[in-house]
């Protein structure tokens, strides 16, 4: 028997995720939070502990996270649906409203999970490419947006893996001109650029997607959106009902108690953010792109496989296979890391970019 004769057409041709997995390396490859998670935010999940965490079944709804949720973020509850991780809410977002014969828009380069979800929720995707900068150029989405069998559109401000940001003007105006979702992934949002959650109460058709992964939590998968109930309403139809376990909604919401602990954090990538721009943008041949997210996208003058295979020689491991396509030849993506990991990595970028410009 030929088990892949039984796979679906449309999917055989998928690859499978793969994540790196390089022992003793610095990672700085996945946009996760290098420091260290806060002792007390520990001792605060484990103060929440009992014996029916592991036995019983969790909150399906997740209430009292969504409570702690819609206070901080000045929304009710009705307009949160909780997810494991934002990935778990687009795939959601397509089987609820995509599937054959609809279309997602995908304004490119972006996360490249939207295209792979459209793929296997059925739903058609259709790629816009951004203009040399990485702009969404309105004039070209709109159209595409506007299309019949569209259904959802997805924009992430910042963006992964250019890190630069839609204006709220933007949003507003693409939201207003059409009749399908127009899904905003803020799962950057805490580290640059202005959130869409205000308009959520104007724009019925807008959701926006969060997650706490990027802060902190990346090993719990627990995201979150926002939207107006109608929407929200149709997803629970489909969501699974224990799709976030006890732990992590318990961590999720002890996280939330003590957040100035984790924007302590926050303002330290950000300011090691822009001096790795500043540094980098002093090594020969290499091009930083602006960024807004925990993340710098660069490009250099030697083909990207070679630096990334350097830096992984020396212990670093970034990400890589962003090109060719839709503009990244010979980029690469660096994670802000702690400071001692972002020096590592910029004395290595120092030494081999220098050596090869005078070699």
């Known amino acids: 028997m030929n088990i892949r004769e039984l796979v679906r057409e449309d999917i055989r041709n998928l690859v499978p995720y793969e994540p790196h997995l390089f022992s003793n390396v610095i990672k700085l490859d996945a946009n996760e939070n290098s420091h260290s998670f806060p002792p007390e935010i520990i001792r605060e999940i484990y103060s929440k502990?009992?014996?029916?965490?592991f036995t019983r079944y969790p909150d399906p709804g997740g209430a009292n996270l969504k409570e702690k949720i819609a206070r901080l973020s000045g929304v009710t509850p009705q307009n949160i649906v909780l997810g494991n991780g934002s990935d778990e809410l687009i795939q959601l977002l397509l089987q609820t409203f995509g599937g054959p014969g609809k279309r997602v828009v995908i304004p490119v380069p972006t996360f490249s999970m939207y295209r792979i979800y459209g793929q296997i929720t059925g739903t058609i995707p259709v790629e816009v490419p951004r203009d040399d900068n990485f702009a969404i150029m309105t004039e070209n989405l709109l159209p595409?947006?506007?299309?019949e069998d569209t259904r959802i559109t997805f924009i992430a401000t910042p963006n992964n893996p250019t890190g630069n940001t839609v204006p709220i003007n933007q949003i507003r105006r693409l939201a207003s001109g059409v009749k399908s979702l127009v899904v905003v992934d803020e799962a950057y949002i805490d580290f640059g650029g202005e959130t869409s959650l205000p308009l959520h109460r104007d724009y019925p058709n807008l959701v926006?997607?969060?997650?706490?992964?990027?802060?902190g939590l990346a090993g719990l998968r627990v995201g979150y959106l926002v939207a107006h109930p109608e929407v929200t309403t149709e997803l629970l139809k489909v969501k699974p009902p224990y799709n976030v376990n006890g732990f992590s909604q318990?961590?999720?919401?002890?996280?939330?108690e003590s957040w100035p602990l984790?924007?302590?954090q926050i303002a330290e990538i950000i300011s090691e953010r822009g001096r790795l721009i500043t540094e980098l943008g002093r090594i020969p041949g290499v091009s930083v792109y602006p960024s807004q997210a925990n993340f710098i996208l660069f490009r250099t003058g030697v083909p990207a496989d070679e630096v990334h295979q350097m830096l992984l020689d020396e212990?670093?491991?970034?990400r890589k296979n962003l090109g060719p396509t839709h503009g990244l030849d010979k980029c690469l993506r660096v994670t802000v890391g702690i400071r001692q990991e972002n020096d590592l990595f910029l004395e290595k970028?120092?030494?081999?970019l220098r050596s090869d410009e005078n070699g």
């Open 49 to 53: 502990m009992d014996g029916e965490i």
């Open 144 to 147: 595409e947006m506007q299309h």
């Open 208 to 215: 926006i997607l969060r997650t706490f992964s990027k802060v």
């Open 250 to 256: 318990a961590a999720a919401g002890a996280l939330l």
């Open 262 to 264: 984790m924007e302590k």
């Open 315 to 318: 212990g670093i491991l970034i």
């Open 349 to 352: 970028m120092n030494g081999y």
